[in-house]
């Protein structure tokens, strides 16, 4: 797929969505696990445009790529925010807990984690890279 790079703005999401089922369509994965990936990336791209960009009060874009092999499909997000790596975060404890008692904050990472196979993070220059990895079904 050809990479694509956008505007690191809420209006980008909706493109966003639709490369990410682009990519799911070229990958053959399933509806469902194709709505899963595009709430990790929607939740992931959502959090990069509002904190990294948004909150500092500076300008960026988003960076997505996809890699599509025989055993999974790796779709690249990438930003130029301040180096912060997402997945070191802790789930959410009180996940039981009635809302108003739940922490702030957490909860949508801790859903993309678990939309996915795999979620990484590197580092790239002056890049942060989010990698969510889907496998694909073996061939009938």
């Not at 874009?61 to 996809?66: C, F, K, N, T, V």
């Not at 801790?110 to 889907?134: I, P």
């Amino acid at each position: 797929m050809t990479p694509l790079v956008l505007p690191g703005r809420l209006e980008s999401l909706e493109q966003v969505a639709e490369f990410v089922h682009a990519a799911a369509r070229e990958a053959q994965l399933t509806d469902k696990v194709a709505n899963r990936l595009q709430l990790a990336v929607d939740e992931v791209a959502t959090n990069v445009v509002m904190h990294a960009y948004q909150e500092k009060g500076r300008d960026g874009e988003l960076y997505l790529a996809a890699d599509i092999d025989a055993g999974a499909l790796r779709l690249h997000v990438e930003d130029t925010g301040e180096a912060y790596d997402p997945t070191t975060r802790p789930d959410p404890t009180n996940l039981d807990a009635p809302l108003e008692e739940r922490e702030i904050g957490g909860l949508g990472l801790f859903l993309a984690r678990r939309s996915v196979d795999e979620l990484l993070y590197s580092r790239r220059g002056d890049r942060n890279r989010m990698t969510f990895v889907v496998n694909r079904p073996a061939p009938a």
